[in-house]
């Protein structure tokens, strides 16, 4: 698997030395934060936006009672 890719790690490393023979700098910057802090939250609510809750799923006793009523009729 190295001798896989050990063309473009010559091509990788040949434009590297490209940039380094131009001027360029390679500088070891501080590695940023694993888990950046999320932006805060508005305290706006838009009433357009609220979500809709669903409503509760019916209990089996009134599962039992609505089925005793639909064969009443």
């Given at each position: 698997m190295v001798e896989h890719h050990r063309?473009?790690?010559?091509?990788?490393?040949?434009k590297v030395a490209q940039f380094l023979a131009a001027g360029g700098q390679?500088?070891?910057?501080?590695?940023?934060?694993?888990?950046?802090?999320?932006p805060p939250r508005s305290p706006k609510i838009d009433?357009?936006?609220?979500?809709?809750?669903?409503?509760k799923k019916l209990t089996l006793a009134?599962?039992?009672?609505?089925?005793?009523?639909a064969d009443a009729l």
């Amino acid at each position: 698997m190295v001798e896989h890719h050990r063309p473009q790690a010559d091509s990788l490393s040949e434009k590297v030395a490209q940039f380094l023979a131009a001027g360029g700098q390679i500088a070891a910057l501080k590695s940023p934060p694993r888990n950046p802090i999320p932006p805060p939250r508005s305290p706006k609510i838009d009433p357009e936006t609220v979500l809709k809750r669903r409503p509760k799923k019916l209990t089996l006793a009134e599962r039992r009672a609505l089925r005793k009523m639909a064969d009443a009729l």
